[in-house]
């Protein structure tokens, strides 16, 4: 594969249409900031274009195109773009992109197929969501069949508009082979900031003052779980196997981190199953804090099956944590049983791989956390930015 760089001529000219972006806290945000900045090191020169519910105009500031918007709470609080205002377009046609490539569907997505169109220039899709597990959130119960047929229709009308269609996960091509998308689909897992997230990265001061900051027993041995807390994240089973099979006397604590519509039932549930003083609920965590609250824990914990590739998961690997991952036919890959972690689809299966590390000596854990860091260390900004520069040019190609 032929990759593009300066060296090769000029650089490029890249705009990344996204409808969440920092200060938000997500895996769509961490991706396209690590694409950005993957990109960048190699040369070429990226515009976020990104929903912005602070602001009422639009602007561009530090390579960011703000989009105003309005909150949808129903909706993780996101911001939500209308499509087509003229100075958005305006301000994409004097950066003058060589690619658009967009990275969700909606308003922000919208203008990325509009700006592509009037430009002349080829489109690339990423699809980042199972938008089928989300669909509650939007229709009432006895809708819900007539809104996955109509998100179904409008995702083949945005993927027969792009030169080339991406995702993390083999569920991306089952998932538009399941609504009728007969394209080639490119599989580019997902990648952590390794520059960010490592061994030896969090000093034992940073440690200390995240365990006391959100109560965190560092005499345990710590599961951890980050992620919206949504129905389709299933905190509900990993609740729900603590009570089953983990006793005070395993000496293990589970720590959940994120918010979202089912955090108080979620903390009401682990008050019904009197486990609520072996789990800690931190709330919604900054960025900049995560590396301290994996540093502090032994293993990460899954039982979401709506993930494609979870970035925080992968941040938990680049940080040393083994992965007990939830079996995900599509999924099972992302797992090296015995180097970066399990797969379990059962209550016991669960306890017998936490029981296992919980008796791992203090060697041992150490030995696996460079055995897991080594398992994602190909999983950089520029690791992802190259795969992707092949894509742009297969695009761009495709188009003439």
């Known amino acids: 594969m032929t990759i593009i760089t300066p060296a090769d001529g000029d650089s490029m000219k890249i705009a990344l249409f996204s409808e969440t972006y920092s200060p938000d806290v997500n895996g769509v945000v961490a991706h396209v900031k690590t694409l950005k900045s993957g990109l960048e090191q190699l040369g070429h020169e990226v515009l976020v274009v990104a929903a912005d519910k602070h602001c009422k105009h639009h602007y561009v500031q530090d390579g960011i195109l703000h989009c105003p918007s309005i909150e949808a709470k129903r909706f993780y609080g996101f911001g939500v ?172 604590h589970l720590v959940i981190v994120g918010g979202g519509p089912h955090k108080k039932p979620l903390e009401q549930m682990a008050r019904d199953l009197d486990i609520q003083n072996r789990v800690t609920f931190t709330g919604m965590v900054s960025h900049t804090e995560m590396p301290a609250l994996f540093a502090v824990c032994d293993v990460y914990v899954t039982a979401s099956l709506s993930e494609m590739n979870s970035i925080s998961m992968l941040e938990g690997m680049a940080s040393g944590l083994p992965t007990l991952q939830r079996y995900d036919e599509l999924n099972k890959s992302q797992i090296v049983e015995s180097i970066n972690g399990w797969l379990y689809d059962n209550e016991n299966d669960f306890a017998k791989h936490l029981l296992r590390i919980a008796g791992m000596s203090r060697e041992e854990k150490d030995t696996m956390k460079i055995t897991v860091h080594r398992s994602v260390v190909d999983r950089g900004s520029g690791d992802l930015a190259k795969y992707m520069l092949g894509i742009y040019e297969g695009a761009a190609r495709s188009q003439h």
């Not at 490539?101 to 430009?119: C, D, K, M, P, T």
């Not at 109509?150 to 609504?179: D, W």
Request: glycine letters at 6%; hydrophobic letters at 40%.
């Open 81 to 252: 773009a209308a499509p087509f205002p003229r100075k958005r377009m305006r301000l994409i046609k004097d950066f003058a992109p060589d690619i658009i490539h967009i990275h969700q569907e909606f308003g922000i997505g919208l203008s990325g197929v509009l700006a592509a169109r009037r430009l002349g220039k080829p489109l690339v899709y990423t699809l980042h969501t199972m938008y089928d597990q989300y669909v509650y959130y939007v229709a009432p119960r006895p809708f819900l069949a007539v809104a996955t047929k109509v998100s179904h229709q409008y995702m083949r009308f945005i993927a027969n508009r792009a030169q080339a269609l991406t995702g993390p996960s083999q569920k991306c091509r089952e998932y538009f082979a399941r609504i009728g998308v007969d394209k080639p689909i490119s599989i580019i897992p997902n990648s952590a900031d390794l520059d960010m997230f490592g061994l030896s990265k969090v000093s034992e001061d940073a440690k200390a003052q995240v365990s006391g900051r959100f109560g965190i027993p560092r005499d345990k041995t710590l599961a951890i779980f980050v992620g919206r807390l949504g129905k389709e994240k299933s905190v509900d089973v990993l609740l729900e196997y603590w009570a089953k099979e983990i006793r005070p006397e395993h000496n293990l």
